[in-house]
């Protein structure tokens, strides 16, 4: 009876800690976009034209944590930012 109740504490006390020896501070977007630019500078000749493009999306997404932004969130957002300025329905293929 022992035994058993120690194996059922330890496994309850083993539940707890996992989820703290595998969490992993959040990365926002703001973060991916530095990456991938600092990559386009040193990779890309379309450099000078990443950087405008870059800045929109920090603009509308920066501060978001990259792991929670949906398909669904980023096209809503792409398609105000498109009726709002007015873009040209190939924009959305650049």
């Known amino acids: 009876m022992r035994l058993k109740l120690y194996g059922k504490r330890k496994q309850q006390v083993l539940e707890a800690k996992i989820p703290e020896l595998f969490r992993k501070p959040s990365v926002n977007l703001d973060q ?23 800045a929109k999306l920090r603009e509308r997404f920066g501060k978001h944590p990259a792991e929670e932004l949906t398909p669904t969130e980023i096209g809503n957002k792409l398609a105000i930012a498109a009726e709002k300025e007015k873009w040209a329905p190939s924009t959305f293929n650049h």
């Open 32 to 54: 991916l976009l530095d990456d991938a630019l600092a990559h386009s500078k040193r990779n890309k000749w379309s450099y000078k034209t990443d950087v405008p493009r870059f």
